[in-house]
C-alpha cells in the first residue's frame, strides 16, 4: 500500500538572513524574499541602529533582530548576510562575516579593485562558508536561456555582443559622484554588462566563462573625479569582439544584442528583470521566436543560489573565479580611461582589507634560514614583486605572505622603471615593518654594468624605498670587461658605510664569483655571500633575458654544494610551467615555449603533478620543494600573481625529498 502523501515530505529548513546595509536595492531583496524556497529576514544590521529598526518595520518583521553589525552578526539564527552598503563597505563586512561563520551573499563589486576580491575569495575559500556575488541577473531563467542557446550554436559562430547599462541622474552628488566611495558607472553597473559578455564568450567555447585578451576604452571623467560615461571595447581568443558601455550621466538602451555568424539574440531587458522580460531569437531566413520570462524572481533565486551552495563555497551560476576575472576586467576598464581612486593609489596609505593590524599566523607553513651578514631571519621563499599590476594588488598579496610567515622580499632596480620598489616601499611603510622585513635589492644592470652605476642607482633605489640600506644588494648583470676588483671595491665601500649589509651577485658564473672572493680575500674585503642564478625542476633551453645565467648543469651543482654559497634561483617555477600555464598544444606563451617546451620538462611536469598527487599538493609545490631539498643552502624567489598561486607554492615548504625522488622527478640517469 502506498502510503507516501504530500502531507508527509519534509519541507525545506528555514534559512535565516540578515540584511547589512539597508538602502534600496536591500528593499528590493527583502520584498522578494518570501518568493525564495526557505529564506526569511531573522536581522537587519547598520552603522545606525534606528535605521536598521526602521527597515525592519517597513517590512513588518518586528520579531527581526536589529542593532549594529557586530550585534546582528553574533545572532546565532543568521545564517547568511547579504551585504549592500556602499562599494569600500562591501570587504570589511564580508571579511567579518565570515570569520563570524555567515555565508555572504555581497552586492557587486565585492570590492572596488581585484587585490581587494582576491583576499575576500581567499577568505572565504579557507572559512567553509559560501560567498556569492550578487548580479542578480546571473541567476534568471533568462539568462540562463542566452547561454543555453549561445552553447547549442542557434545562432552561429559568436562574432560579436553589444551590451549596456548606464542612467542619468538627477544630480552630480551623492555616492555615485563620490570618489572615496569608488563612484562612477563602470563600478556601479558595468559590471553588468562585462559579466554578460564574458559568460556569453565562455559558453560559446563550453566554459562558464572567458576572459578578453585586450580591453581598451574611452570615456568622460567628471568634475568629481568618476567616470561619468564611458565604452569599452573587448576582444577575446579567436577574434570575438564585444562593444560594453556604461555611465551615471548618460541613458543608453540597456540591452544586450549578440551576433552570431546565423542570427542574433536580442533581449530587451537584460539586467533589471521586471514584469516580462522578452529574448528575441532571430535566425537567417526563418520568423523571429519570442520567449518571455515573466514570474521570475531575480532577487529570490540569487537567494536560493547562496542556500544552495552551501557546503560548495560558491554558485554553480557564478563562481569565486568568475567574480575574480570580473574584477580584472573593471581594472582594465578603469585603467584605460585613467581612473584611479584616492584610496588605492600608489602612494596612499591602503591598510589590510580587514582593517585589523598585520600579523604572523602561529600556525603558519614558513621555515627559514640564516645569511651571514643579515641579522634577521630570511624566510626560505623569497617574494617576487614584479607581477603585481598595483598597490592595491600587491598589498594583498604581500599581506599574506606576511600572515604565512614570509618575510623576504626581492626587487630590481629597472623593475616597472622604479615603480615597483617604490611601491614595495610604499607597503612597508604602510605596515611600519622595515626592521621586520628583508629586502634583496638589485641594481647594475645591462647596459649600466658599471662601478658608478652601482652607486648611482643603489642611492636612488634606497630613497624609492623610503629606507637608509638594503639587507642585501645584488648586481642584476656581470660585465666581464670590468676587472672584479672594481665591482667588489665599491661594494665593499657601500658595505662599510651602513648602505648594504650583504652583497652578491645575480646572473653571475661560478668562475667569477669565485675570482670576485679570491680578490676580497687578497685585499681585506667583503666576499660576495650570495648568489641569484636560474635554477629550478624544468630545464631551461634559453633564457628570458639577454645576459641571465643559469646554474642547472651538474657543474653549477656541484659548485654550489662545495662552496655551500645560499643560492636565491628566479624563475624556479619555471615562469608557471608548474602552475597550469604549459600544455603541449598551447603555445600562445611564446617565452614559455621557448625557454622550456620539451618532452622532457613534460614528463616533469607530470612527475610533479603525479607525485603532488600522493602528497595532496599541486605541481608548482613539488617544483619548490625540488629547490628547497638540494645539498646546498637555497632561497628560492617566487612571483604569485594571486593568493592562491601563493598558496598552493608554500604547500612545497612542508615537503621533503630524497635523494631518490630529486633524482626520478629531475629525470636522472634516464
Known amino acids: 500500500m502506498n502510503v507516501h502523501s504530500a502531507s508527509s515530505e519534509a519541507s525545506p529548513a528555514r534559512f535565516g538572513w540578515a540584511v547589512l546595509g539597508p538602502g534600496n536595492i536591500a528593499r528590493r531583496f527583502v520584498s522578494q524574499l518570501p518568493g525564495s524556497a526557505r529564506g526569511v529576514l531573522v536581522a ?12 525592519a518595520r517597513q517590512f513588518d518583521a518586528a520579531s527581526a533582530h536589529t542593532g549594529t553589525y557586530a550585534e546582528v552578526l553574533a545572532d546565532p539564527s543568521v545564517d547568511a548576510v547579504y551585504i549592500s552598503t ?3 563597505g562591501h570587504a570589511h563586512l ?12 555581497c552586492e557587486k563589486p565585492l570590492a572596488p579593485n581585484r587585490g581587494t576580491v582576491m583576499a575576500l575569495v581567499d577568505a572565504a575559500r579557507t572559512s567553509g562558508r559560501s560567498l556569492v556575488e ?3 541577473y546571473r541567476f534568471h531563467p533568462q539568462t540562463a536561456k542566452v547561454l543555453d542557446l549561445v552553447a547549442a550554436g542557434a545562432i552561429g559562430d559568436l562574432v560579436h555582443i553589444d551590451a549596456s547599462f548606464a542612467f542619468r541622474t538627477g544630480g552630480t552628488t551623492g555616492r555615485l559622484f563620490d570618489v572615496d566611495l569608488a563612484g562612477g558607472g563602470i563600478l556601479d553597473v558595468g559590471g553588468y554588462p562585462v559579466s554578460m559578455t564574458r559568460a556569453v564568450v565562455g559558453a560559446a567555447v563550453g566554459r562558464p566563462f572567458a576572459e578578453p585578451s585586450e580591453v581598451t576604452a574611452t570615456g568622460t571623467i567628471g568634475a568629481t573625479g568618476v567616470d561619468e560615461w564611458s565604452v569599452a571595447r573587448l576582444t577575446f581568443a579567436g577574434g570575438v569582439t564585444a562593444s560594453v558601455r556604461t555611465g551615471v550621466r548618460l541613458q543608453d538602451l540597456n540591452t544586450v544584442t549578440i551576433y552570431g555568424s546565423r542570427g542574433t539574440i536580442h533581449l ?3 539586467w533589471t528583470l521586471t514584469d516580462d522580460p522578452v529574448l528575441t531569437l532571430t535566425v537567417v531566413g526563418e520568423e523571429p521566436q519570442e520567449r518571455r520570462f515573466g514570474g521570475a524572481l531575480p532577487y529570490a533565486l540569487e537567494a536560493d543560489a547562496l542556500a544552495d551552495s552551501v557546503g560548495l563555497g560558491e554558485a554553480a551560476q557564478l563562481s569565486l573565479d568568475d567574480s575574480l576575472g570580473n574584477a580584472l576586467v573593471l581594472d582594465q576598464w578603469r585603467a584605460a580611461i585613467g581612473l584611479r581612486y584616492p584610496f588605492e593609489s600608489e602612494d596612499a596609505a591602503i591598510p589590510t582589507v580587514s582593517g585589523s593590524p598585520l600579523t604572523v599566523d602561529p600556525q603558519h607553513p614558513m621555515t627559514y634560514g640564516e645569511i651571514a651578514g643579515v641579522a634577521k631571519p630570511v624566510s626560505r621563499l623569497v617574494m617576487g614583486v614584479d607581477n603585481q599590476p598595483d598597490l592595491a594588488h600587491a598589498s594583498a598579496i604581500f599581506d599574506y605572505f606576511v600572515t604565512q610567515g614570509g618575510n623576504t622580499f626581492d626587487t630590481g632596480y629597472i623593475y616597472g622603471g622604479g615603480l615597483l620598489e617604490g611601491r614595495l616601499g610604499r607597503w612597508i611603510a604602510n605596515r611600519g615593518i622595515r626592521e621586520d622585513v628583508v629586502v634583496i635589492t638589485k641594481g647594475a644592470h645591462t647596459p649600466h654594468c658599471d662601478p658608478d652605476s652601482i652607486t648611482r642607482q643603489l642611492l636612488e633605489s634606497l630613497e624609492r624605498q623610503g629606507t637608509d640600506y638594503a639587507d642585501i644588494y645584488m648586481m642584476h648583470r656581470d660585465n666581464p670587461e670590468v676587472p672584479v676588483g672594481e665591482f667588489v671595491d665599491v661594494l665593499d665601500e657601500h658595505f662599510h658605510a651602513g648602505r648594504i649589509h650583504v652583497y652578491g651577485g645575480s646572473n653571475w658564473t661560478p668562475a667569477r664569483v669565485d675570482e670576485a672572493n679570491a680578490y676580497a680575500a687578497a685585499n681585506g674585503r667583503e666576499p660576495f655571500r650570495v648568489l641569484s642564478n636560474h635554477f629550478g625542476l624544468a630545464e631551461a633551453y634559453d633564457v628570458p633575458w639577454a645576459g641571465c645565467v643559469h646554474a642547472t648543469d651538474p657543474a653549477s651543482k656541484r659548485w654550489l654544494a662545495e662552496r655551500q654559497i645560499p643560492l636565491l634561483p628566479w624563475s624556479s617555477q619555471a615562469r608557471g610551467f608548474f602552475a597550469g600555464r604549459a600544455r603541449p598544444e598551447d603555445h600562445s606563451d611564446a617565452e614559455l615555449v621557448r625557454c622550456y617546451y620539451s618532452d622532457a620538462n613534460f614528463e616533469r611536469l607530470r612527475r610533479a603533478t603525479e607525485l603532488g598527487a600522493e602528497h595532496g599538493v599541486a605541481a608548482t609545490a613539488i617544483a619548490l620543494a625540488f629547490v628547497l631539498c638540494q645539498p646546498f643552502p637555497t ?5 604569485p600573481r594571486t593568493i592562491s598561486e601563493c598558496r598552493s607554492s608554500m604547500a612545497g615548504l612542508g615537503i621533503e625529498l630524497s635523494s631518490a625522488q630529486l633524482a626520478w622527478l629531475d629525470l636522472i640517469g634516464e
Open 86 to 88: 556602499v562599494h569600500t
Open 44 to 55: 537587519v544590521g547598520s552603522s545606525d541602529p534606528d535605521r536598521a529598526a526602521a527597515f
Open 134 to 136: 550578487a548580479y542578480m
Open 635 to 639: 632561497f628560492p624567489l617566487f612571483g
Open 268 to 270: 530587451d531587458d537584460p
Open 94 to 105: 564580508t571579511l567579518q562575516a565570515l570569520a563570524a561563520g555567515k555565508h555572504v551573499l
